[in-house]
């Protein structure tokens, strides 16, 4: 059963930064798109990013010129550079990863808090 696993959530101060990780297990082929959800309290689970394994990107309008998605094809890695954050952001950001075929399959990981507060 391919897994990811998350890392790098935290609490931090308006305006901080924090980077999170994502390693999809070595089980997962052919992985085509990965990217970051965020789901805050009481609200639906939101895009923030994806990327897919030619490093064509796209963003959330709430969070272009802040947050930085990138990978590392290699390692079967994927990071979200958050700057400037605000307490909005405030969320737990899901890893997402997408297998193409036949039958698409999608993974996801099991989410880290990020919490942004004075």
């Known amino acids: 059963q391919g897994r990811l696993v998350e890392s790098g959530g935290g609490l931090v101060q308006p305006g901080g930064s924090l980077r999170l990780s994502c390693e999809a297990s070595?089980?997962?082929?052919?992985?085509?798109?990965m990217g970051w959800y965020r789901q805050a309290p009481g609200k639906q689970r939101e895009l923030v990013a994806t990327?897919?394994?030619?490093?064509?990107?796209n963003y959330a309008d709430s969070v272009k010129g802040r947050f930085a998605i990138s990978r590392d094809n290699a390692a079967n890695t994927v990071y979200l550079q958050m700057n400037s954050l605000k307490p909005e952001d405030t969320a737990v950001y899901f890893c997402n990863a997408v297998r193409p075929g036949p039958v698409r399959v999608t993974y996801w990981g099991q989410g880290t808090q990020v919490t942004v507060s004075s």
């Open positions: 070595r089980n997962i082929p052919s992985i085509s798109s």
């Open positions: 990327v897919t394994n030619d490093g064509s990107t």
